[in-house]
């Protein structure tokens, strides 16, 4: 009987560790399973199978590997047991580019790994540890002969602070990697070459000591710069166009600084997430060849399918994911918020979409940690990268032509254009130019191409949700709602279908958006701003203008069935009528709208989308700014 009662309270307690367990934690986990164990083995390992999700006879061990969420260390990755996706394989076709490499990715596509993985590739100093940290990579059975022939100067121009002294910080960053350098391969030069370094006064002297040293040595030296447009993208948001002109033109400190590595440097290779800063450097002399666009890279980083599929089998195969996970339904609900990545044209039909690799790493955690995907699928933690972002596209504030961009691909989810790969900051306002910008951000991607222009669009949910905020954070501040009341008539619009409440009261919030009337009258403009306050929901993954039986619907509330319980969708067709129209006109306009929507709700695609939800297809005419007429058909 006390045994019974104690094996009871075990199995109770343990569900409640393992719940907020790491999903790192298996020390713990073991521990506690052979101490559950001794009391009774058949029974309670049953329970434990059950509690942790693991296929029958397996235990975990303490080698599975750990989840690198956040570590761009590839030495800590390797050496620490996490799983490494491998991109070694690119290193050889890397040689065969020019000496001095240029190359673009947005945030969290895991660009500082990748180079801390050129630099222990390269690095003299760490030529005995190849056999460690490569055995089982690509790379390792098949090295090149540049493998462990440089010393490496490594930069990382986000550590740079951007207020204050400028060229002082700058120069303190540079001089400490400088001596920190010296400090390393002090035994490829002399005796005393870490002192003689550090006496030297500020960075410029103490590149010209290197230089020299290097020279009289015959010493090979590779410069990785992470991240080269970090402290210049800093200025220009914060202290405006006319500093950072200063330091990226004529004697500026920073551009004198890259003129310099440009002589001394056998190898460099650098990272950023705009062309911007390079443009405004290299006028004038040449500096990198930009791979960023070349077809042959654009899978070096980031994750193809084959990767996360590869990778989740690994974590279900030992036991970190239930026995009956679903690999490919896991991959099925990723794909629209982090998938559809591509960085050159001539990849569209050779190459797989690739995915945000931390947002993939983020949902794995997650799954394993929970037994089930995040709540919220966009990771809190890039909150800091949209803020950053959103300050560079609103740079000396939108003006009415970049909004009217911003506008267009938020509406229409995409935009027709050439593809500019270099431009100084000077030109970021002009509108041709945007939305270049905004594709090297990551919120466009290469879809299609039509003609010899390119079809730049939004890539996923994640990015898609970025562009209703920026919408949404512009209405609020012409005249604000409270967000708290719509989301309660949200869940009455997901769970009981009481949608008229919703739509009138965002119908309210537009006519009361009185200082915005001037700009927001026609069906494409209401279409904005209920696209921008439809998407505070959580239920409904946002669809404007899907193609549906060979016409496009102006919103789509598809339901996120994996993620809730929803019992209703919906499909709205926004109609405008001007003030002066005829009532003749209007009935028209409504029976043309009619014969839409249920053209709309016929469509296969519909259905296999709402599933066993009732569908609800709602029409809405407006008149001026007034809605005149809302009905389901």
């Known amino acids: ?58 235990i975990m061990e303490e080698n599975v590997k750990r989840i690198p969420y956040g570590v761009s260390n590839f030495v800590e990755v390797v050496e620490q047991n996490q799983y490494y996706v491998d991109k070694t394989m690119y ?12 190359f673009i990715r947005p945030r969290r596509f895991g660009k500082s790994i990748f180079l801390s993985m050129l630099r222990a590739y390269y690095d003299i100093a760490q030529k005995e540890k190849f056999r460690k940290r490569f055995e089982g990579l690509w790379i390792g059975g098949q090295p090149t002969p540049l493998q462990g022939k440089y010393q490496i100067l490594y930069l990382d121009f986000s550590r740079v602070g951007g207020i204050g002294a400028l060229d002082r910080n700058f120069d303190d960053y540079c001089s400490g990697a400088l001596n920190n350098f010296a400090l390393i391969y002090e035994p490829y030069y002399y005796p005393g070459f870490e002192k003689d370094m550090k006496e030297q006064s500020g960075s410029t002297n103490k590149l010209n000591f290197l230089d020299w040293q290097a020279h009289n040595t015959g010493a090979a030296l590779y410069l990785i710069i992470d991240e080269y447009d970090n402290f ?167 003006d009415g032509n970049r909004k009217g961009v911003l506008r267009k691909i938020t509406e229409e989810g995409q935009i027709i254009t050439n593809l500019i790969t270099t431009f100084p900051a000077k030109e970021i306002a002009k509108p041709e130019i945007f939305p270049s910008l905004l594709f090297y951000y990551g919120m466009l991607t290469i ?106 619907c102006d919103l789509f509330l598809m339901p996120d069935l994996m993620r809730y319980e929803v019992k209703h969708s919906y499909i709205l067709e926004l109609k405008y009528l001007p003030v002066k129209d005829t009532e003749e006109k209007a009935r028209t306009q409504w029976q043309e709208a009619v014969e839409q929507i249920k053209e709309y709700a016929a469509a296969p695609r519909v259905r296999q989308l709402v599933q066993n939800t009732k569908l609800h297809c709602i029409i809405m005419q407006f008149r001026g700014w007034e809605l005149e007429r809302m009905e389901e058909v």
């Not at 800063?277 to 070349?294: A, C, H, P």
């Not at 009481?498 to 309210?508: D, Y």
């Open 1 to 58: 009987m006390i045994r019974g009662w104690f094996l009871k309270f075990i199995q109770k307690s343990y569900g409640s560790i393992h719940t907020n367990l790491p999903s790192q934690s298996l020390t713990v986990r073991q521990t506690f399973l052979c101490f559950v164990c001794s009391f009774g083995k058949n029974e309670l390992l049953l329970s434990y199978r059950c509690r942790n999700n693991m296929k029958t006879g397996t």
């Open 91 to 102: 290193l050889p076709l890397l040689e065969q580019q020019p000496n001095s490499l240029f």
């Open 232 to 398: 210049t993208n800093v200025v220009l948001n914060e202290q405006g166009n006319e500093v950072y002109h200063a330091l990226t033109h004529a004697s500026g400190f920073y551009r004198e600084v890259f003129k310099k590595f440009k002589g001394m440097f056998e190898r460099i290779f650098m990272t950023g997430v705009s062309p911007v800063t390079l443009d405004d450097l290299t006028s004038g002399f040449n500096i990198g060849w930009n791979i960023s666009t070349d077809y042959q890279f654009n899978m070096m980083l980031g994750f193809s399918e084959t990767d996360v599929r590869t990778m989740f089998q690994y974590y279900k195969d030992a036991g970190q994911l239930q026995a009956d996970a679903d690999i490919e339904a896991m991959i099925r609900e990723m794909k629209p918020w982090y998938n559809n990545y591509c960085f050159a044209e001539e990849s569209l039909k050779r190459d797989p979409k690739m995915f945000n690799c931390d947002m993939v790493l983020y949902y794995l955690r997650n799954y394993i940690t929970l037994g089930k995907s995040p709540k919220e699928m966009i990771d809190p933690n890039t909150r800091t990268d949209y803020n950053k972002m959103k300050k560079l596209i609103q740079l000396d504030k939108l």
């Open 447 to 552: 879809t299609a191409t039509r003609g010899s222009r390119l079809v730049l669009s939004i890539p996923n949910y994640n990015v898609r949700k970025q562009y209703y905020e920026f919408m949404l954070e512009e209405y609020q501040d012409k005249r604000h709602i409270n967000l708290n009341n719509l989301m309660d008539l949200f869940d009455e619009m997901a769970y009981e279908g009481h949608w008229r409440e919703t739509l009138e009261f965002i119908a309210h919030a537009y006519k009361e958006n009185s200082s915005v009337r001037s700009a927001m009258e026609g069906e494409r403009n209401i279409q904005g701003f209920f696209t921008a306050y439809l998407s505070v929901n959580a239920y409904y993954l946002m669809a404007p203008e899907m193609e549906l039986n060979h016409g496009y």
